[in-house]
Nanobody, 123 residues
Framework: VQLQASGGGLVQAGGSLRLSCVAS????????VAWFRQRPGKNREFVAS????????KYGDSVKGRFTVSRDNAKNMAWLQMNNLRPEDTAIYYC?????????????????WGQGTQVTVSS
């Protein structure tokens, strides 16, 4: 599976962005999907994840109540809706996938990674 993330950009604090992750090669339905982010000088941080058929999701503590992960297997796409953005959300965001339906926060468990998309939140 090849993953490609897009939708990043520059937004003011309190604003919203919607990131997209499109799958090619094998269908998106064959993998769980997670979002991670990496801020300068920091380790990659778990943001959110969603299992194969979208019935189970998981969020990092810093984004609960502000971010929503979703997917549409028919479209081979997943999304990360980010609301009430804060300057500390500034990072490169990556989508990742796992063929065993793992949806935890341990990045090395994920089999597939897309290139990142930059999100910058100004104060």
């Amino acid at each position: 599976v090849q993953l490609q993330a897009s939708g990043g950009g520059l937004v003011q604090a309190g604003g919203s962005l919607r990131l997209s992750c499109v799958a090619s090669g094998d269908p998106l339905s064959s993998i769980s999907v997670a979002w991670f982010r990496q801020r300068p000088g920091k380790n990659r941080e778990f943001v959110a994840s969603i299992r194969w058929y979208g019935s189970v999701t998981k969020y990092g503590d810093s984004v609960k109540g502000r971010f929503t992960v979703s997917r549409d297997n028919a479209k081979n796409m997943a999304w990360l809706q980010m609301n009430n953005l804060r300057p500390e959300d500034t990072a490169i965001y990556y989508c990742a996938g796992d063929r065993t339906n793992y949806y935890g926060d341990y990045a090395p468990e994920y089999d597939y990674w897309g290139q990142g998309t930059q999100v910058t939140v100004s104060s």
